[in-house]
């Protein structure tokens, strides 16, 4: 009973880690449909900016990411004016080439000015305090995360499901055309998108840093990990990404616990079990 | 240009193969490493150390002027590090090889430095069986066996008494877990249960469940340098091991190139290893004092020690046997020297460097964490190399 | 501008003197490398295995439109079955390499029976997925494949009990290049074939292909049984050569890099497969012995001038310049 | 024993939804028959039920007096059912030749042959050449159907269906899409379709079918609202109603 009570426990703390560093390409590759394989470069980005903010500057945790955040926002925006507008309009594979050229310049970038060690974000000492919570003790970041992650999944899922933009994405991302004849303004509503995505990825990557540090090569090593969760959680929904990452945070904790020893192997059958049952993801039904 | 005839190339393998020539020349030795991509730091630890003591020692042994010549692979990628010797061999005309910071880029070039009779020096690559597929091999860096071993008699010796053993689930993962359980075992300690930590966790939370319900008084753990180690000692100090009175004993999580990223909850861990950048001896000062002056941004962890001893090793051989690679692999065995690391030899059958392992543990020193040493398990060989 | 039909190169290419024309191309380049660069028949010999791994992508992405990221799967399974076999059942280099292509002709029609029901993200995913869990298997197997030491011991007897592998890789530059120069000649003729037009017909159209009465799905798992083929007989071909597999052979890297490569030199074409591989190799290559620190800016920028400037891949690249001369006038 | 197509009580559900009602219906050998109803009334999901790219919920397709209800779609092409595409869906980074000649390779059983050249067999190059002089697509038979203005692309589409050698084609919207000056083009070929041939016209152009069609069969909410000759369905109240009600001429 414990251990079915940690298991889900560390499960869903984890998958809200995971939620969080791929909550952003949630954006950019489900919701607009790019194969958005720099998604990762955006979070190094964010969690560079936030390593040398703390770590060089001194500059206190919270202040750090919002202006990080920020930063990599303000990348984005010319990024998506001068590059990403192309690539919309590119086949899958020509922009599998062009996000995967982006990426390597990015790597290429930070490992330039920060070399190709761990880039440290400092936190509050305070955040990892061990917290009882009576049948199991968890890093009070943790905590953080979960609350973080739950009021971002409800926030995104109000934007895209309740405003005006949100209903402008998913028509301009339908029929670029008939949003334009609508008087949409097709060209504002991806920026404004992109530099969204941009931006989650540089909350989770600062946030996730937890678990998965950063470090110039961040982008290729946690790649299969992004995109596992945008996958069995279904292209174009949030709702979808985040009990994604949730179910595969709980299924990979329950096989470290439970077949440690054959715990990868477990985790990517589960995987190819799941695909071959549900291929368009968990939420949405086969067609 | 470059146009060669295969006849004057075989000449010119032939003659290299021979090798021995009494004259002054320039003798080249093959440095084969990673220098790009995710594990680029081993390139350039290896590089750098070369450098300092070349810088130390000048670059002419008799005469000789010593080139180094630099080769990059990649990453662990053997078929990569087979073309870069071939390479080296052939074109460069090295008499000696040098790097390997993974254990099948070394295993790679087995065969040809077998045929081209080319000694081998191994700055890193750390599985004891590689010396046994060339005699042309020798190490200057450290197996598994080597450390574990005195890590589970020096926990074994301070009060261990139920030891729970949390590796990688890879080969040198493994090597450390049944070094260091076996050794721990002879000295009347239990193991209570072995943890195998698949190498692509990023969360280790379940894991240290686990290690609290195993009723362990100790962890001993291996996880190679890097994002696993920093999620690890992470999830030790964060999930209350600490608090819940379990100790910690490693070997080289707490590597200097990774050691400041790791912070606060590094200091205290205790570790076993064959170097620490704050050994106190004087060679070591000088060591860190050129390193400091040359690349002020660096800082010498175990690859640079394997890299600087290796070089050390291979002035030695030139010296005492020019570029006969046989008589270099004779002239290699039973030496010894002070190193900054410490006093060290060549074993004569494992070719493998007999060294102290230290105990350490972290401290704050200034605004950076160090391995501190506070004792020491004296001349210990290859444990591995007869198994 | 007006593309050129492929089918219709290829029939000129192949009709009268012009079908022999790529063929003494490629013999040339060879000898050319060859001599130009005999201390590099290491890395040489490298990249023709890269060739003919690409190659047998170009089959399923270029020409069948099927987009895996696991294609390493075949290759690794390739290196473990012809390194195995050299250990222990015999070190002849071409039995070795049946050996390859059969194993990885057998983990592509089962993994094809799965992989080619799924399409786009999913596709990707369970590729990967199903690469991992081999490679796991790979690196847990140590006492059959020696983890991640990596499986040695392996030595070959002469090929044909002739041409033994010599020191400078020799040998093995011919023995790849043969391979490679045989595997050209087979895909020439299969992509030339109604099963080549089919395949092509699919890429384009799926359901169109079923409208006109094309069991899709079979006709895209033999696709990827006859790529996965050739993808054994690279890995087959890489362990003989190095005399070591590693566990690295399945990774997510490779796979990637691979598609990377086809893509750079453009897909659907033999010849941008070998033109993709030979351009991205040579720059990793001269970048990474140049600047180790900073390659990744010139391969980086590289795969953005492509792809924004040639779209088709590099092997557009004549045409593209003839164009422009030609709009010039 | 009728030969041609016989459809019997065909029904079908999407859940609760029911697409398709209890449709009766005979297309004999030879006919020239049109489905028209106005929008949603069900018309494409009743090619598709045919084609078996549906299957039904309840009742039975006959061809030729052989059961193929329970065919998949590849079977039924092969038993002599084709349809062309509503938005042409062509291989369009292919030639216009090897667009028809794929089907015709298709049809021939040759697509799993590996060493044989796709272009080696001369009887079929021969039925490749007469259907591309046919449709008079020879001018253009070695441009890729992407360079092709949508007018031309239509008549690939119908040429390529054809060279399937249907026994029963069916056309889904001919004409959609080409500007009416082109749509004489659509018509001339629909006209010289060889007279072995049932054809069967989905389409929303009212004077493209009172041009070809010899019957005329109204489809309203899936189910069958009248059937009858051009001039018949001209007269009859319910359709004026719902066609000249409805603004259409």
């Known amino acids: ?287 | 240009m470059r146009r060669l005839c295969a006849g004057l190339l075989a000449t010119a393998i032939a003659t290299f193969a021979l090798g021995g020539a009494a004259l002054a020349e320039t003798i080249k030795v093959g440095v084969i490493a990673t220098f790009s991509g995710p594990n680029a730091i081993w390139g350039k630890q290896f590089k750098e150390a070369i450098q300092v003591y070349v810088a130390q020692h000048g670059n002419e042994v008799n005469g000789n002027t010593i080139e180094f010549i630099y080769k990059d692979v990649g990453g662990p990628n053997p078929d990569a590090s087979k073309a870069a010797a071939q390479e080296l061999l052939i074109r460069e005309g090295v008499k000696y090889l040098a790097g390997f910071d993974f254990t099948p880029n070394a295993l790679a070039v087995a065969p040809l430095i077998n045929q081209a009779k080319v000694p081998a020096i191994i700055f890193n690559a750390a599985t004891s069986a590689i010396n046994k597929q060339s005699k042309y091999f020798v190490r200057t860096s450290f197996t598994l066996w080597q450390v574990a071993v005195p890590a589970a008699q020096w926990a074994a010796k301070n009060g261990a008494k139920k030891v729970v053993t949390a590796v990688s689930d890879y080969n040198p993962g493994i090597d450390a877990e049944t070094a260091f359980g076996s050794a721990f075992e002879q000295q009347g300690g239990t193991i209570v249960e072995k943890i195998r930590m698949p190498l692509q966790t990023t969360d280790f939370a379940p894991f240290m469940q686990r290690i609290k319900n195993s009723g362990a008084d100790t962890v001993f753990a291996f996880l190679p340098a890097g994002p696993a180690t920093f999620a690890f000692t992470k999830a030790y100090s964060e999930n209350g091991l600490k608090e819940a009175g379990i100790g910690f004993i490693g070997t080289g999580e707490t590597d200097e190139t990774t050691i400041d990223a790791l912070g606060e909850q590094a200091i205290g861990l205790t570790t076993a290893y064959h170097y620490s950048d704050v050994h106190t001896s004087d060679l070591n000062r000088a060591f860190a004092a050129k390193l400091g002056e040359l690349f002020p941004k660096s800082r010498a962890n175990m690859a640079s020690m394997g890299a600087y001893d290796g070089a050390h090793l291979i002035y030695k051989m030139i010296e005492l046997a020019g570029t006969d690679g046989d008589k270099a692999i004779e002239a290699a065995k039973g030496l010894s020297w002070e190193s900054p690391r410490g006093p060290v030899s060549i074993d004569p059958t494992s070719r493998h460097v007999v060294q102290n392992v230290y105990i350490r543990r972290v401290e704050r020193d200034g605004g950076r964490l160090v391995n501190r040493e506070f004792d020491l398990v004296k001349s210990v060989p290859d444990l591995g190399f007869d198994r | 501008m007006i593309r050129i039909s492929t089918i219709d190169i290829v029939r000129t290419s192949l009709g009268g003197t012009g079908k022999l024309l790529p063929v003494a191309i490629l013999i040339t380049c060879a000898f050319a490398a060859f001599w130009l660069f005999p201390y590099d028949l290491g890395f040489l010999t490298q990249m023709l295995i890269m060739m003919v791994f690409v190659v047998s992508f170009d089959l399923i992405l270029g020409y069948a439109g099927v987009a895996t990221l696991g294609h390493a799967a075949m290759y690794g399974c390739g290196a473990y079955a012809a390194g195995l076999f050299a250990i222990h059942a015999s070190p002849d280099p071409l039995l070795g390499l049946a050996v390859g292509a059969v194993i990885g002709a057998l983990i592509a029609f089962f993994s094809g029976l799965l992989l080619m029901r799924a399409h786009g993200l999913s596709l990707l995913m369970l590729s990967i997925a199903i690469t991992m869990v081999l490679q796991e298997i790979a690196s847990k197997a140590r006492d059959v494949t020696g983890g991640a030491d990596g499986l040695t011991g392996i030595s070959m007897t002469p090929i044909l009990g002739v041409f033994e592998f010599d020191f400078i890789g020799k040998t093995a530059f011919w023995y790849a290049f043969s391979v490679l120069f045989i595997i050209l000649v087979v895909l020439r003729v299969l992509v030339a074939s109604p099963f080549g037009l089919a395949l092509r017909g699919i890429k384009d159209s799926p359901s169109r292909m079923r409208a006109i009465g094309t069991p899709v799905y079979w006709r895209k798992v033999t696709a990827y049984v006859i790529g996965g083929t050739i993808a054994g007989i690279a890995g087959a071909l890489s362990a003989q050569i190095t005399s070591l597999v590693s566990v690295e052979a399945f990774n997510f890297a490779l796979s990637a890099d691979v598609m990377v490569m086809l893509i750079l030199g453009g897909a659907g074409r033999l010849y941008g497969a070998l033109i993709g591989t030979l351009v991205f190799m040579t720059v990793r290559h001269v970048a990474a012995s140049i600047d180790p620190f900073n390659w990744l800016f010139v391969i980086g920028f590289m795969l953005l001038a492509v792809v924004f400037f040639l779209p088709d891949g590099l092997i557009s690249l004549p045409r593209r310049v003839a164009g422009m001369i030609g709009a010039r006038k | 024993m009728t030969s041609g197509l016989r459809i019997r009580n065909l029904s079908k559900n999407f859940g609760g939804l029911q697409v398709a009602r209890n449709i009766t219906l005979d297309i004999p050998t030879g006919a020239r028959a049109a489905l028209i109803g106005p929008n949603g009334a069900g018309k494409t999901t009743f090619a598709n039920l045919i084609i078996g790219a549906l299957q039904p919920s309840s009742g039975s397709i006959h061809l030729d007096g052989k059961d193929i209800s329970q065919l998949g779609e590849a079977a039924r092409v092969r038993a002599g059912i084709a349809k062309t595409f509503q938005i042409t869906n062509l291989f369009k980074d292919l030639s216009v030749r090897d667009n028809i000649r794929l089907p015709i390779l298709e049809r021939e059983h040759r697509t799993f042959r590996f060493l044989e050249r796709h272009d080696g067999d001369a009887a079929i190059e021969a039925e490749v050449e007469e259907l591309l002089a046919d449709f008079r697509l020879l001018p253009l038979a070695n441009r890729l159907v992407r360079s092709l203005a949508y007018g031309q692309q239509r008549l690939v589409e119908l040429a390529l269906t054809l060279s399937l050698k249907p026994r029963i084609l069916i056309l889904d919207e001919p004409a959609a899409g080409v500007p009416s000056s082109d749509s004489h083009l659509i018509v001339d070929a629909i006209k010289r379709l060889p007279t072995y041939l049932s054809v069967l016209i989905i389409e929303h152009d009212m004077k493209l079918v009172f041009e070809v069609a010899s019957r005329i069969i109204v489809l309203v909410n899936g189910a069958v609202l009248v059937e009858g000759t051009p001039e018949e369905i001209s007269r009859d109240l319910r359709v004026r109603e719902l066609y000249l009600g409805a603004g259409h001429g």
């Open chain 1, 1 to 287: 009973m414990t251990v079915a009570l940690s298991i889900v426990v560390d499960g869903i703390a984890y998958g809200m880690i995971l939620f969080m560093i791929s909550v952003g390409l949630s954006v950019t590759m489900g919701l607009m449909r790019i194969v958005n394989l720099a998604h990762g470069g955006f979070a190094l980005l964010g969690g560079a900016c936030a390593h040398v903010l703390t770590m060089r500057y001194g500059m206190p945790f919270v202040p750090a990411l919002a202006a990080s955040v920020i930063a990599v926002i303000v990348i984005a925006i010319p990024l998506e004016r001068l590059v990403y507008r192309h690539i919309y309009r590119f086949s899958e594979l020509e922009q599998v080439l062009a996000t995967i050229g982006i990426v390597f310049v990015m790597i290429a970038t930070v490992n330039l000015f920060l070399g190709s060690t761990l880039l440290t974000i400092r936190m509050p000492p305070e955040v990892s305090l061990p917290v009882n919570l009576g049948f199991k003790v968890l890093p009070l970041h943790r905590i953080i995360v979960i609350v973080v992650g739950l009021l971002m999944v409800t926030g995104l899922y109000l934007l895209v499901e309740r405003t005006r933009f949100g209903i402008y994405l998913r028509a301009a991302v339908d029929n670029q055309n008939t949003a334009a004849s609508l008087g949409i303004d097709t060209p504002k509503v991806y920026l404004a998108a992109f530099a969204l995505g941009a931006g989650l990825a540089a909350v989770g990557g600062i946030l996730g840093a937890e678990l998965l540090p950063i470090e110039a090569y961040y982008p290729l090593r946690y790649m299969v990990l992004f995109l596992t969760v945008v996958t069995v959680g279904g292209m174009g929904s949030i709702v979808g990404s985040f009990i994604a990452a949730l179910s595969l945070g709980i299924l990979d904790t329950a096989g470290r616990y439970l077949l440690p020893d054959v715990g990868t192997i477990f985790f990517f059958l589960a995987i190819i079990a799941l695909l071959a049952l549900r291929p368009n993801g968990l939420l949405v039904r086969p067609s």
